[in-house]
């Protein structure tokens, strides 16, 4: 080294990298495509600081489009499981998250809508505000969605953490795409050696 370090440095104008970086360190944890997605949610509140947050991976269903439910941010600010819930995308949906990048924006922004949370096996209305859908995006194609809102404390939108929450939702995409990869592998080399087939 040419000398003696003078400490760890920050970089002040770009106060959401670090967080960011260990976001993604973070994601490189999870075993499967499962716990990624349970992993990516708390690792969207506790290092991104996004209060509720929800992702919805596509379904690969292919005369429409479904976006099936994984996990989630309840109304005490703790994880749940959502995925037995889903919900279809129609046309109009699909090609505005598709295009979101193309028209110079990260994420689609609704106000005054109902916000929901999973509470034992059924969705229920917790308010109205503001929700943030972040494409999750890979090769120009929509491989699910990231919900959240502030339902718990009706804060206004933060575009820093938006546009940080974007990054890591790439990640997210990129990471899940590779997993879900892997496992439709494993299970066709499993179905391939097994006698009954």
Known sequence: PPGEPRGLRNAPALGGVVPMLSALNELGTSKDADSLLKNAVEIARHRIGLERVSFFMRDSSPDRVLLMGSWGTGLSGETTDERTVCHELGDKDLRLLRDTRSAGALWVQYDQV?????????????????????????????????YNDAALSGSPPDEEKQALAAMFASAVASVFVVHRGTCARRASRQQAQSPLV
């Open 114 to 146: 109902s916000l929901y949370s999973e509470e034992r096996d059924k969705s229920i209305v917790v308010g109205r505000g503001w929700l943030a859908v972040t494409p999750l995006i890979l090769a120009n194609e929509v491989v699910g969605v990231m």
